[in-house]
């Protein structure tokens, strides 16, 4: 366990419809990441947070935005979703940058 | 900006062998590279890290090494096992910027 929580597990949905992935980091770290990962595909960033700023945007689309709260969790809400919005979505974490990013088990989001 | 680019894309080796991917990177002021596993259906993980003020770091059967003249680094796995199988990622990333940069992973297949 990595001290990383991720809600929900599995998400089954609807194109054209929204949801909202959560994040609990491991207590203490303040820095937050998103990641998506298509089917055998690498890690894309999409967005990072640290302790409560955006602080790095990678490829995120503007259908997506994300958000991190007062007491550290986050979330990355998806909007408008297309079939090719499926994939994995980790959320990771770390005490500050440059050091070890602990890893949520993932949000498998399947868009039908 | 910064480019981390990773090969091979799949390595596949007997086990027992070794298994080298590498990595390289292009912006010179790249100071920290991270390698992570990850195994099938699971999360990403540290497996080892090199900062730039150091050329080589081991951990049992697993080494990274960097050259920053050249701007690369490599991951040395020696005597691999079936349990070395998984996609492997390297990263780099600068102290003042906020992002891992990451390359596009290594699916490492360790054969009978």
């Known amino acids: 366990d990595s001290g990383v929580t991720q809600t929900p597990k599995h998400l089954i949905t609807a194109t054209g419809q929204r949801v909202t992935l959560r994040c609990s980091p491991r207590?203490?770290?303040?820095?937050v990441y998103w990641y998506q990962q298509s089917l055998d595909q690498g890690l894309q960033f999409l967005i990072q947070?640290?302790?409560?700023?955006?602080?790095a945007k990678g490829n995120i689309l503007e259908r997506f935005s994300a958000q991190q709260f007062p007491d550290l969790h986050s979330e990355l809400n998806l909007s408008s979703l297309e079939l090719g919005d499926s994939a994995l979505y980790f959320c990771?974490?770390?005490?500050?940058?440059?050091?070890?990013?602990?890893f949520g088990q993932g949000t498998r989001l399947t868009v039908v | 900006g910064e480019n981390v680019e990773q090969h091979p894309s799949t390595l596949s080796v007997q086990e027992g062998d070794s298994a080298v991917i590498k990595c390289t990177y292009s912006?010179?002021?790249?100071?920290?590279f991270p390698w992570y596993k990850q195994e099938l259906g699971k999360r990403p993980q540290l497996i080892i890290d090199?900062?730039?003020n150091v050329g080589e770091k081991k951990d049992q059967r697993i080494a990274v090494t960097l050259n920053k003249t050249a701007k690369h680094f490599s991951l040395h796995i020696t005597e691999t096992q079936p349990e070395d199988s998984a996609v492997y990622f390297c990263?780099?990333?600068?102290?003042?910027?906020?992002?891992?940069?990451w390359g596009a992973g290594t699916k490492l297949i360790i054969k009978p």
């Open positions: 990771a974490s770390s005490v500050k940058v440059n050091t070890e990013a602990f």
């Open positions: 207590s203490g770290d303040l820095s």
């Open positions: 947070y640290y302790n409560g700023e955006e602080r």
């Open positions: 912006d010179s002021a790249s100071n920290y």
């Open positions: 090199i900062r730039s």
């Open positions: 990263a780099a990333s600068i102290d003042s910027n906020y992002q891992l940069i």
